[in-house]
């Protein structure tokens, strides 16, 4: 028996941020003669309303997901800033660890995954299950080709995309928002209408790492 009676699982989802490897601040180097070292700090928050500081993290939970259902946390987003000035680029990673084992991970499927930032004079989108960016500036939308660096891929070819593709292949370049400015994070996840019995009654304990660098993402227009 499969879907039918594998019910009662549980999902607990937790946020967290690196700033280039270590929570707290992170400095990287400018190219201003006067300021070698540019300070830079990226924070993080979620629908609680904390406080903009380091090391805020957020628990979303899931109870009692059966094969088959869907949950969008468009009520728990993670919003993200930093001191970047406009001349001074940096990138984002997002990637994710879990406890539980890889098989595990290989039904949570990510249905939907959004990063929204506000980014110089407009406000870009991207899909991160394609790729796609759209820009939209003064309410115009402009459409932009897939571009790869900005896709979580499908590393076992099973033609879906979990929290176990995210584990194995991070994304790494996407746009830091810029100083004053803020991104969003936003996904929905379904748990696999073939996932079985062995399932039943377990915890997947997930954490979503967003890591600050210093330097140009790959793949940005110019």
Wanted: include cysteine.
């Amino acid at each position: 028996m499969k879907s039918a009676k594998a019910k009662g699982i549980l999902i607990g989802l937790t946020a967290i941020l690196l700033v280039s490897g270590v929570m707290g601040v992170a400095y990287a180097t400018s190219n201003s003669d006067d300021d070698p070292q540019q300070k830079v700090d990226l924070k993080l928050r979620d629908d609680q309303d904390e406080p903009w500081q380091d090391g805020i993290s957020a628990t979303w939970t899931v109870t009692n997901m059966a094969p088959g259902d869907e949950f969008s946390f468009d009520e728990s987003f993670v919003e993200l800033r930093s001191d970047f000035p406009r001349d001074f680029p940096g990138k984002v990673e997002i990637t994710c660890d879990y406890l539980d084992s890889d098989e595990m991970a290989k039904y949570m499927v990510i249905t939907s995954s959004i990063y929204r930032v506000n980014y110089k004079k407009e406000v870009w989108e991207i899909n991160l299950l394609t790729g796609e960016l759209t820009k939209t500036l003064k309410k115009k939308d402009t459409i932009l080709p897939s571009n790869s660096n900005w896709q979580i891929q499908d590393a076992d070819g099973d033609s879906r995309v979990t929290f176990y593709e995210l584990k194995q292949s991070p994304l790494t370049n996407l746009p830091s928002p810029l100083k004053a400015k803020e991104a969003r994070f936003e996904m929905s996840v379904r748990f696999h209408e073939d996932a079985g019995n062995e399932f039943q009654g377990d915890t997947f304990n997930l954490t979503m790492i967003f890591t600050l660098k210093p330097g140009q993402a790959e793949g940005e227009p110019h």
